[in-house]
């Protein structure tokens, strides 16, 4: 007799909180279970349509990382002569050793490299402070065509853009 009533008590709080999380007003158990299948047929649907916009989303994000993927970015070397340290600001597009074959050019023209940033994000980034080790005359434009022969040994672009 007990066991019946405790199992008639557990199941009018199972009812209770299926009432409360589907928001129902009926009282009699079949509705509170139709209600429930509602409930749970509209939280599908629901799940369905998130996963469709995801699914979009990634579409969507695929097509973004390869049209970024195939930008061409032209290849620009700016030097700007600061008293006796020279400025490099180089961008290009991403790929091969660009930065060993930049400091080999450094290298070879006798330059010290004081400070150097470099991105590699979606593109190839690098400003650079150098000077000359022996103070030696050196113009701008043979400092941009060296880096720009260094960038040129690891990409074979047409695309130059020197300022």
């Known amino acids: 007799m007990a066991n019946k009533l405790q199992r008639?008590?557990?199941?009018?709080?199972q009812l209770h909180l299926l009432r409360t999380l589907t928001n129902s007003?009926?009282?009699?158990?079949s509705s509170i279970i139709l209600n429930v299948l509602l409930h749970f047929y509209?939280?599908?649907?629901?799940?369905?349509?998130?996963?469709?916009?995801?699914?979009?989303?990634?579409?969507?994000?695929?097509?973004?990382?390869?049209?970024v993927k195939h930008i061409?970015?032209?290849?620009?070397?700016?030097v700007e002569k600061i008293g006796e340290e020279f400025v490099v600001k180089?961008?290009?597009n991403k790929g091969g050793d660009k930065l060993v074959s930049i400091l080999e050019a450094f290298d070879e023209?006798?330059?010290?490299?004081?400070?150097?940033?470099?991105?590699?994000?979606?593109?190839?980034?690098?400003?650079?402070?150098a000077v000359a080790q022996d103070q030696q005359?050196?113009?701008i434009k043979d400092i941009t065509q060296a880096v720009?022969?260094?960038?040129?040994?690891?990409?074979?672009?047409a695309d130059t853009l020197v300022t």
């Open 42 to 67: 509209k939280l599908k649907v629901k799940l369905e349509e998130i996963q469709r916009e995801y699914q979009k989303l990634m579409a969507i994000r695929n097509e973004y990382l390869t049209l």
């Open 90 to 92: 180089v961008t290009c």
């Open 148 to 157: 720009l022969k260094a960038i040129d040994e690891k990409q074979g672009d």
């Open 109 to 129: 023209l006798d330059f010290n490299v004081l400070q150097a940033r470099v991105s590699c994000s979606h593109f190839f980034a690098m400003e650079a402070i």
């Open 8 to 13: 008639r008590t557990a199941s009018r709080r």
């Open 25 to 29: 007003k009926s009282v009699k158990k």
């Open 137 to 139: 005359t050196i113009d």
């Open 72 to 78: 061409e970015i032209p290849k620009e070397v700016k």
